[in-house]
């Protein structure tokens, strides 16, 4: 069975300095993972994902994130944090099935101390 | 490009009333799903739609949940009745996928509905 792990509810960093949300995940074939973020009252917003190929991947907003098998983690990353970046963050897997359906992690509360 | 639009944005119920919720889904996206997030918790799928027809609905509680897709477009979800566990936010997301199997595309996601059961 697929899973994702968030093992911080809450991730407080400074403004101006780097940022890390944990995930590891557990799925048996091809991993493809998801970060998504949710600001108060709105829906998921599209991140970044991973399929194949370069385990640095990049995507909006200046967010980043490595995948790494031997330690089967996916963490998202920025060099530097905004303010604005304060929002809930949550890792997803890819059903191996075909289905394309997506599998949640508990999410990660970041807040940018300003 | 317009988004995945969701109504009502709120809904206050009493349990064992029903209610209904609405999403359109982004032009052109085949796939449709309909997602449960508890307070706390990372959303939790409900129901898949490929066009008209249901993917996967294994974590639909059929007994009191149902959700349609009839003209593979727009889509409703229903709880009838309700109880005061189905409060939640319930979000509607959508995926290009023209081939489902093995497909990664990207789902979008709309602003959801937050429903509150008294």
């Known amino acids: 069975a697929q899973s994702v792990a968030q093992p911080e509810d809450q991730v407080n960093v400074a403004e101006g300095n780097p940022l890390t949300v944990k995930c590891t995940y557990s799925v048996s074939g091809n991993p493809y993972l998801f970060w998504y973020v949710q600001y108060p009252n709105r829906g998921l917003q599209f991140l970044l994902k991973y399929i194949t190929g370069d385990n640095l991947v990049k995507g909006s907003y200046g967010f980043e994130a490595e995948f790494n098998k031997s330690q089967t983690s996916f963490h998202l990353k920025k060099p530097s944090a905004l303010v604005s970046d304060s929002a809930l963050y949550f890792c997803a897997v890819r059903d191996p099935s075909g289905a394309n359906n997506l599998f949640f992690g508990t999410g990660t509360r970041l807040t940018v101390i300003p | 490009e317009a988004g995945v639009a969701q109504s009502p944005r709120y809904k206050i119920i009493e349990k064992r009333q029903s209610v209904a919720f609405w999403c359109n889904p982004i032009?052109?996206?085949?796939?449709l799903y309909w997602y449960q997030q508890i307070l706390g918790q990372g959303p939790k799928l409900l129901i898949q739609?490929?066009?008209?027809?249901?993917?996967?609905d294994s974590q639909l509680p059929k007994d009191r949940f149902s959700a349609e897709r009839l003209k593979g477009v727009d889509s409703t979800l229903k709880i009838q009745p309700a109880k005061l566990e189905d409060s939640a936010v319930y979000l509607c997301?959508?995926?290009?996928?023209?081939?489902?199997?093995?497909?990664?595309?990207?789902?979008?996601f709309g602003p959801g509905t937050r429903l509150t059961v008294l």
């Open positions: 032009s052109g996206h085949a796939t």
């Open positions: 997301a959508s995926s290009l996928d023209p081939l489902l199997v093995s497909s990664t595309d990207t789902q979008y």
């Open positions: 739609f490929q066009n008209n027809g249901v993917v996967d």
